[in-house]
């Protein structure tokens, strides 16, 4: 059996809302399906529900959108018990810079200067409907919602966002780094433990 994912996540990110598609002759209806799912996969994959879909639906290519979160622990005090799913960065971040400089980056742009495959052929323009930055102490939450993402888009772009924010570079900067179509104009790639594929949409 053939199993279609919405997309791939990088290794040692983590998926709430990823879904999945396969084509199954069986006659059990979905929710002893969602059962024997439950009963034989491994921990650490949780099936949250189980439908039935149209014959052609496919995971992957009749997704509409999805929203990523990355998460970042602002604070010189520890992140014990959460440290695997929070990138630690304690120093002080100008929160308002960092939201003009997101500001430039909504809407439909090339994002080649936020991929990290050189060698991609396929078109690099993509649209981003939302970029939201939210704080609650020491949590510091970035939301990105899209048409699709490149490979490492989106910790590219929190890596160039959180750079602005600690000073290393001003937000009008941004329309540059896109124009510049080269990956070495934008800021590093933030670790892979805070990223979170939250949602994925579909007609």
Request: aromatic residues 8%.
């Amino acid at each position: 059996m053939e199993v279609s994912g919405s997309g791939r996540t990088d290794a040692g990110a983590h998926a709430i809302g990823q879904c999945a598609s396969f084509h199954c002759q069986s006659t059990l209806p979905c929710s002893e399906i969602l059962s024997q799912l439950r009963m034989h996969l491994p921990e650490d994959i949780g099936v949250l529900s189980c439908e039935e879909a149209p014959p052609r639906f496919h995971a992957r290519l009749n997704a509409t959108a999805k929203t990523y979160e990355y998460r970042v622990w602002n604070s010189p005090e520890p992140c014990v018990f959460q440290r695997k799913y929070w990138y630690r960065l304690p120093v002080p971040l100008n929160l308002e810079a960092m939201e003009a400089a997101a500001a430039h980056l909504v809407g439909q742009h090339d994002f080649r200067s936020f991929c990290s495959n050189k060698k991609m052929k396929k078109s690099t323009v993509r649209t981003i409907y939302s970029l939201d930055i939210a704080t609650m102490g020491p949590e510091l939450r970035f939301a990105l919602r899209g048409d699709g993402f490149l490979y490492n888009m989106v910790r590219i772009l929190v890596g160039t966002l959180l750079e602005v924010g600690m000073g290393r570079r001003s937000p009008a900067e941004i329309p540059g780094i896109l124009e510049a179509r080269n990956r070495e104009t934008a800021g590093y790639t933030v670790p892979a433990h805070g990223l979170f594929l939250m949602e994925v949409e579909y007609p």
